[in-house]
């Protein structure tokens, strides 16, 4: 504790401190549920917000892990106070949990502002709870440390191992296909989610935990630690004790979160070859910390950035193993050299502090600078007369041959209509089609679902087809690969060029040049214009309603435009 602060300064001494009727009525309260003043009486008062669930199962150690948690604040000297928050559960959420990331970022800095807190602990992991509870602690600003769900083990099935995501498409295909039997895909279903954590590919989960913690707003390490394991409850009483040095100390989120810290983060995700997915949730987050990052930041570091750690789907391993070998610190330290080091991080040390004594245990895992999986490129922005305010591509998990690519234009105009029609043999497709789907934006999905992995049509696997050039104004898993162009921007139901697209325009891929063009005279481009559809909105009521109303497109970060920045540290109270 740095002594800076007394009792008296603390936020909640405005509720348990003072003597008035109120203050009164919050310490009797407060009794009623058993605690003494010897337990509340002048400590930090350390919100834990738990996303934990019944349907989350990437969350299902949070019931312990909170337990954890506690015993560091206590050990510490806060009172821990466990507020429950919208679990995000990727798996069971439909349509998409993205339709919801706001609502956990506008339901964290509610409990926060609305509540006796002086600083909290966020319980996160699987893909949105990250970027959606840092957005809400970082708008509130008041002290806060991200507890990252670690990734679960690896899968297992007949001797192979099993990747979260990936592994799923690639066996579904083959099953399609009539390569695996019923039976099998049985034996893989079994086998895929092994243990308590969250996808232990280098989804949008291990993306944006990494991205938290090079951004600071972990301890050092937590990203990679693996759920099932010792130091994971280990890591939760750390950070919990921590939480309440910070409380005394005074560090918020806008102190450790500047322009540099989050241009390390978008560093970080793209040595990892992390989810196109963070792109749109660190413009988020920045936003929401008043830092400037652009797409542009994006492929600009792109262009140097090496890809150095060897995970799925770009790569061979998993993240137990990349815990094995080192973990983030290691791969930060080979990054140095492209780091900003002196940002602060959450445990008041720098980031250059916190890698100095990192080791890298296999060089295969984690690749060496003169070593890597890839030299650089592994998210691409792309502008064009398609996509004018720009769309994304993981060239990673894209193919080589398809980065540059001409071909006609099969277009679906949501996804009802690719369901009923990607496997018809009627359908007019080859291997050298551009697949199109769109009205799956952040307006037209609503949420802007997952579905920019658009499927093979059955007819060219079965003639050895496993790739082909596929867009979308959707996102895609962080988990898929293949060449997908996703978050086309602006999106079809708003009138963005997707709208005017027809079966057979030409398209041409370009991704070393950055284009994804149409090439449509703009004659016959405005008489389409003239002639353009209609889109009533998807939902008249109830949060889908306003969440259509107050949007924004992918290439902002899909933020509401009254969230952005920050609000008053203070409720209206009396
Ligand atoms: Fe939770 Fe993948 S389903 S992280």
């Not at 037209?444 to 496993?466: D, F, H, N, R, S």
């Not at 005279?521 to 009521?541: F, G, N, W």
């Amino acid at each position: 504790m740095s002594g800076e602060r007394t009792a008296e300064d603390l936020r909640s001494h405005r509720w348990f401190g003072v003597n008035d009727m109120r203050s009164f009525g919050h310490r009797s309260r407060i009794k009623q549920m058993g605690f003494s003043k010897e337990d509340f009486g002048g400590k930090p008062v350390i919100a834990i917000l738990n996303t934990w669930s019944g349907l989350s199962p990437c969350h299902q150690h949070f019931k312990e892990r909170v337990e954890d948690v506690k015993r560091g604040i206590y050990q510490a000297g806060g009172f821990p106070v466990e507020l429950p928050a919208i679990s995000l559960s990727e798996p069971f959420q439909k349509p998409t949990t993205m339709l919801y990331r706001n609502l956990l970022a506008l339901e964290a800095e509610e409990l926060l502002r609305s509540h006796p807190i002086d600083g909290c602990v966020l319980m996160g992991g699987c893909d949105k709870t990250t970027p959606a509870l840092l957005m809400g602690a970082t708008s509130m600003n008041l002290p806060a440390i991200f507890f990252p769900a670690g990734p679960m083990m690896k899968g297992n099935w007949a001797g192979q191992t099993l990747g979260s995501g990936s592994d799923t498409w690639k066996y579904w295909d083959l099953l399609r296909t009539n390569k695996i039997t019923a039976e099998d895909w049985t034996g893989i279903e079994d086998g895929i989610a092994r243990t308590a954590g969250h996808c232990m590919t280098m989804g949008t989960a291990s993306t944006m935990t990494s991205a938290a913690e090079a951004m600071g707003m972990t301890l050092a390490g937590a990203s990679s630690i693996p759920a099932a394991m010792s130091a994971h409850p280990m890591l939760a009483a750390a950070t919990g004790r921590r939480a309440v040095e910070m409380v005394w100390e005074d560090l918020k989120p806008q102190d450790i979160i500047s322009r540099d810290s989050v241009l390390n983060a978008v560093t970080v995700v793209l040595a990892l070859a992390g989810s196109t997915n963070s792109v749109i949730h660190l413009l988020a987050m920045a936003q929401r910390a008043g830092v400037d990052l652009t797409l542009e930041d994006f492929d600009k570091l792109s262009r140097d950035i090496p890809v150095l750690a060897n995970i799925r789907p770009s790569g061979a391993y998993l993240m137990d193993d990349f815990y094995d070998a080192g973990g983030l610190p290691a791969l930060m330290k080979h990054l140095q050299q492209m780091l900003s080091t002196e940002c602060i991080t959450a445990n008041g040390a720098s980031l250059g502090e916190n890698i100095s004594r990192a080791k890298t245990y296999d060089d295969d895992v984690i690749r060496l600078l003169d070593n890597p999986v890839s030299d650089a490129g592994s998210l691409a922005v792309l502008k064009g007369s398609l996509a004018p305010n720009g769309c994304v591509i993981k060239a990673a998990a894209a193919s080589k041959h398809l980065l540059q690519h001409r071909g006609p234009a099969v277009v679906f105009d949501n996804y009802d209509d690719l369901a009923a029609r990607i496997d018809d043999p009627d359908l007019d497709v080859t291997a050298d089609s551009v697949l199109v789907l769109r009205g799956c934006g952040p307006v037209g999905g609503p949420g802007m679902p997952e579905w920019g992995m658009l499927p093979i049509p059955k007819k060219l696997l079965a003639q050895g087809v496993t790739d082909m050039v596929r867009l979308s104004d959707a996102r895609m898993s962080g988990t898929s690969y293949g060449t997908c162009v996703l978050h086309i921007s602006p999106e079809s139901s708003i009138g963005g060029p997707l709208d005017l697209l027809r079966d057979g325009d030409l398209i041409e891929l370009d991704v070393p040049a950055r284009r994804l063009d149409m090439l449509v005279e703009s004659s016959e481009l405005e008489q389409r214009r003239s002639l353009s559809r209609d889109h009533p909105p998807k939902a008249t009521r109830g949060y889908t309603s306003m969440f259509s109303q107050h949007i924004g497109q992918a290439d902002e970060g899909c933020d509401f435009d009254f969230l952005k920045g920050s609000g008053s540290p203070e409720p209206a109270i009396h």
